[in-house]
């Protein structure tokens, strides 16, 4: 009862088909191997890059309070009221 058998998967696909016609799936199947395939080389490219994996052990630069050298930056500090 739990599980579906393959009768079940043939009248669903069945169902799906004549919903949405062959092809609108097609275009729907190509789309999304285009999505995968454009995550899977997104993924590639941030890993094997030997940049990106320099600066991922690096720590990261320290934020500091200096001013600003220039003349047209707004240092503005939040006072309480008391």
């Known amino acids: 009862m739990g599980s579906f058998s393959i009768w079940h998967w043939?009248?669903?696909?069945?169902?799906?088909?004549?919903?949405?016609?062959?092809k609108k799936l097609k275009n729907?199947?190509?789309d999304l191997g285009a999505a995968v395939k454009?995550?899977?080389?997104?993924?590639?490219?941030g890993t094997t890059s030997s940049a990106g994996a320099e600066s991922a052990n690096a720590p990261a630069p320290q934020v500091?309070?200096?001013k600003s050298a220039d003349p047209n930056t707004v240092?503005?500090?939040?006072?309480?009221k008391s």
């Not at 043939?10 to 062959?22: A, D, E, P, Q, S």
């Not at 454009?38 to 490219?45: A, N, P, R, S, T």
């Not at 240092?75 to 309480?80: G, L, Q, R």
């Open 10 to 22: 043939l009248i669903v696909l069945l169902v799906v088909i004549l919903i949405f016609g062959t």
């Open 28 to 30: 729907m199947g190509s």
């Open 38 to 45: 454009g995550f899977k080389d997104g993924v590639k490219d």
């Open 64 to 66: 500091t309070n200096a």
């Open 75 to 80: 240092d503005v500090e939040a006072k309480t």
